[in-house]
């Protein structure tokens, strides 16, 4: 039978998946909705943002009152620390997203200039890292995602670099773009930092699996 202990932190534990999937949600949809310039997506991410607001404040207080009812060990409060650290990274990918269904807003009565390739690209690694990354924290048989984020994350760089001189290239040709393509670098850059915390997901996963911490200890 389980403790009143294990029951709490399952309790958290099924929050987090929660807020996980909230953020998922709205870096999925606030990419779609600019790819696609939907609105009607856009307004209905700008709408669910608050939902991650709530379970921040939830999952934070639940921590603390676990940590000071049930006087948890050392691996417990390493588990609990390291839910404390990803709630904020859960946030910033959900904001991500809600900034990019904002930009989606300002496209109102704009246009694609051209074929959108990176950034719904990079819209798919961004979900994609955040799923490996999580799948490393939650489940016991998975091991650390850290070495695969970090590949990831390089792939990801050269994209936004590759981003950069295309809308160059563009705007230079056509100044009349310029606009459009500052949506652009601005969208790529949502989701280049939405990938950052990915990342650090990773490293709170390793981190709790292994209690280690670093590069050079991957």
Do not use: W
Request: aromatic residues 8%; negative net charge.
């Amino acid at each position: 039978m389980s403790t009143k202990k294990e029951k709490r932190f399952a309790q958290i534990q099924q929050l987090m998946k929660e807020m996980s999937e909230l953020a998922l949600e709205a870096i999925h949809n606030g990419c779609e909705s600019f790819c696609d310039l939907n609105q009607e997506v856009a307004a209905q991410v700008i709408a669910d943002d608050v939902k991650m607001d709530v379970l921040d404040d939830k999952i934070e207080t639940e921590i603390v009152r676990a940590i000071a009812r049930f006087q948890p060990v050392a691996a417990d409060i390493r588990k609990l620390s390291v839910y404390f650290k990803v709630i904020t990274d859960l946030r910033r990918i959900g904001r991500y997203g809600y900034n990019m269904a904002l930009l989606t807003q300002q496209m109102k009565g704009k246009q694609h200039f051209k074929k959108l390739i990176k950034i719904p690209e990079m819209g798919r690694t961004a979900i994609r890292m955040t799923e490996i990354a999580l799948n490393g924290l939650f489940d016991n048989e998975t091991d650390s995602p850290l070495k695969k984020l970090l590949e990831e994350d390089e792939l990801v760089d050269a994209m936004m670099d590759e981003l950069f001189r295309e809308l160059v290239t563009y705007t230079s040709e056509d100044p009349s773009r310029f606009t459009v393509a500052m949506y652009y670098l601005l969208a790529g850059r949502y989701l280049e930092r939405a990938e950052d915390h990915a990342v650090s997901i990773g490293y709170y996963a390793h981190y709790m699996k292994t209690g280690k911490r670093g590069l050079n200890q991957i």
